[in-house]
């Protein structure tokens, strides 16, 4: 099973020149933690719930006073919508992430795919026969395990 039959096509993205405060009212909208960013329909990055928290946090400032480049992770991982849903669970697994941005051979933004989308599909396929290429339990458990795991953080 390939990526594009399961991704999410519609998704809110913003800019690196918006506001922290306008990526947070896109995942309220979208009840979502992450927000792909665009530039001009490519991506730029990512920004996640936690992303904005930490950099408020560490800034003491408004929400609205921090632009999404001061806290999107702009080295990030990402699938095309070709690839199998076990090579997007490889990328999770060897990145710690639970979802991401799928990216067309010509550079755009084409959705996101999540540990969540690749779950579902397992038990969509669950009590019928298995769909060609759709991962087992086992499988899926175990890219949640290598994503929920606690990264080594040096010590300062």
């Known amino acids: 099973m390939q990526v594009k039959q399961i991704m999410t096509r519609k998704i809110g993205a913003c800019s690196a020149t918006d506001t922290t405060s ?24 990512v920004i996640t719930d936690r992303d904005i928290c930490m950099a408020a946090f560490e800034r003491g400032v ?14 990030v991982l990402t699938c095309s919508p070709e690839d199998t849903l076990e090579r997007a ?9 639970r979802r991401l941005p799928v990216v067309s051979t010509d550079g755009q933004l084409a959705g996101v795919v999540s540990l969540h989308d690749i779950a579902l599909a397992v038990v969509r396929a669950e009590g019928e026969e298995l769909l060609r290429g759709t991962p087992s339990e086992a499988h ?16 300062p």
């Open 22 to 45: 306008f990526a947070a009212g896109i995942m309220k909208e979208r009840d979502c933690g992450f927000v792909p960013v665009s530039d001009g329909g490519r991506l730029a990055g």
């Open 89 to 97: 669970e490889e990328i999770m697994r060897a990145g710690h992430v």
């Open 62 to 75: 408004a929400l609205a006073q921090l632009k999404v480049a001061s806290a999107m992770t702009s080295n």
């Open 140 to 155: 899926v458990a175990r890219t949640l395990a290598a994503i929920a795991g606690h990264r080594v953080v040096a010590a």
